[in-house]
């Protein structure tokens, strides 16, 4: 019945759609986002390009959420335990906080794949609803086999830069006092929700931490490294396992 409606008609019917406006936070993401990268590895990092690319990241989250969350569980334990109110919530700190490239990889990583996805099964209908074009065929059929095949490597790089970027990069401005404890500890609760949300979170946990057990720890560490500074990475890691065993594991939710 679709295919015999105006493009017009069609195009109105999809700016309807909050499915619509969650699509536009996810392209003003991803083009800030590689705008600013961009930008910081030319040496001339323009922080207009940070702030745009949260403020898509904050819509987007923000259509999910009021989809997904009913007002009857708004301020709920389930609101605080779902994996998109989470990252709205980190995407707005570090919306107010100074800007870091870094944090904007995992956020990057998931909205690509929105894009693309909205583009094929959404955009490219609405303009060719007979899906009798060749090329747009062609198009479709290119877009989900890149999507199907490189989803789960996305995710894995998104769960590395969370665990190594965003955590190596918050550490070392703590030990050079450029970064506020305050967001290293923010950063550091977020991952522990993340551990128990994501298998992806955890293996990339697991495999950093093997790695640095091998390099700091006898009898494979390093013989370069210190008595003193494998005995700190031990108490420092017996710490973080104290207080990762704290949190209250969650039912696993759709990342948006």
């Not at 003193?228 to 990762?244: E, F, M, P």
Request: proline content about 5%; aromatic content about 16%.
């Amino acid at each position: 019945m679709t295919d015999h409606l105006s493009l017009q008609t069609r195009l109105a019917a999809t700016f309807k759609d909050p499915h619509f406006y969650w699509w536009c936070g996810h392209v003003c993401l991803v083009c800030n986002s590689a705008l600013y990268f961009s930008s910081t590895l030319s040496l001339n990092a323009n922080p207009i390009y940070h702030t745009r690319a949260y403020i898509g990241v904050l819509i987007s989250y923000a259509v999910v959420i009021s989809k997904s969350i009913g007002d009857s569980s708004w301020f709920s334990k389930e609101f605080f335990r779902d994996e998109n109110v989470q990252y709205f919530a980190l995407a707005f700190y570090w919306y107010s906080y100074q800007p870091m490239a870094v944090t904007l990889v995992p956020y990057f990583a998931f909205s690509i794949f929105h894009v693309f996805i909205y583009l094929r099964t959404i955009l490219l209908p609405v303009f060719f609803p007979n899906n009798d074009n060749p090329t747009v065929k062609h198009a479709r059929e290119v877009i989900e086999q890149y999507t199907d095949e490189y989803h789960e490597k996305a995710l894995q790089i998104a769960a590395y830069a969370e665990v190594v970027g965003i955590l190596g990069r918050l550490i070392a401005g703590v030990l050079v006092f450029q970064t506020s404890i305050l967001a290293l500890v923010v950063f550091i609760h977020f991952l522990r929700l993340r551990f128990y949300l994501s298998p992806y979170t955890r293996d990339a946990m697991y495999a950093v931490t093997a790695k640095l057990d091998e390099l700091l720890l006898p009898p494979t560490s390093e013989p370069y490294i210190p008595v003193s500074a494998s005995r700190l990475y031990k108490n420092i890691r017996s710490i973080v396992i104290r207080y990762g065993a704290t949190a209250q594991s969650a039912p696993p939710a759709v990342v948006e």
